[in-house]
């Protein structure tokens, strides 16, 4: 079965770029999850600010009557999209699972939720992505992953946990040093952090050039340091870590255009 997918060069520094999204993977129809992620990022406009803090305070309620929604998460960010502990006044994001890729196609192109946050967004950025690897659960929920990684393109991962109280200091004493190498990696073209909730529920979303580039980011360095010493210092009492192909990334997020 032949898949079209995105395959983006790395954006010029200090401007926006335009992403292709046009590469070929051959996997058998049988090995596909027929579950799918949308992940939608925007910075609401200041006008629009006290409807972007209700949707928000809503959380999933906001997405009632979504056909084929599974399971969803309303975030906030760290300010400027970052990770830090000084929350942003503007931008989230939102997960969303589909049951089917048809009805995460029907909610992204017609559903009033996408369109009210394009309309009131100054930025928007949206993906449809294909978990291949899923590890962990999220809120009692996991995702059908197949295991078969993609041999090129792009991939995304998503990194989420709930942080056990006695534990936060210690975590967020760890976390400006890998989140600062994340944001300089080779490879990456889009990071984001985001949280249900300050301190305690927090999540990563990030987009890559290829398996090889999330790889050497995820196993060297200051993150490597800071899985080790959540896996022994037991830091969450529940986490998640998933990684996709994406289907589809489209929009512009801190000023560089995907798609």
Not at 168 to 175: E, I, L, P
Not at 182 to 211: H, I, N
């Amino acid at each position: 079965m032949n898949l079209s997918r995105a395959d983006a060069a790395a954006a010029p520094s200090g401007a926006a770029a335009a992403v292709p999204l046009d590469y070929l993977q051959t996997v058998s129809a049988a090995a596909l999850s027929p579950q799918i992620v949308v992940m939608l990022l925007a910075d609401v406009s200041p006008s629009w600010r006290a409807w972007g803090w209700s949707r928000i305070m809503l959380g999933a309620h906001s997405l009632r009557g979504v056909a084929g929604l599974q399971f969803a998460k309303v975030m906030g960010s760290g300010f400027e999209g970052g990770f830090g502990l000084r929350p942003s006044a503007s931008r989230q994001g939102v997960f969303a699972l589909f049951d089917s890729e048809a009805l995460a196609d029907q909610f992204i192109d017609r559903s009033s939720v996408v369109a009210r946050y394009r309309a009131r967004s100054s930025e928007f950025c949206i993906a449809k992505l294909r978990a291949w690897s899923c590890r962990g659960s999220w809120s009692g929920t996991s995702l059908s992953a197949p295991g078969v990684a993609p041999t090129d393109g792009p991939v995304a991962t998503l990194t989420r946990a709930s942080i056990r109280l006695p534990k936060a200091w210690a975590f967020w004493r760890m976390a400006p040093a890998a989140q600062d190498s994340l944001a300089g990696a080779p490879g990456c073209r889009l990071a984001v952090g985001l949280g249900e909730a300050p301190l305690l529920r927090q999540a990563t979303f990030s987009v890559w050039d290829s398996v090889q580039a999330m790889d050497a980011y995820a196993r060297s360095g200051a993150h490597l340091d800071a899985i080790r010493a959540s896996n022994r210092n037991g830091f969450f009492s529940e986490s998640m870590f998933v990684r996709f192909t994406p289907l589809l990334l489209r929009g512009t997020w801190l000023g560089v255009h995907h798609g």
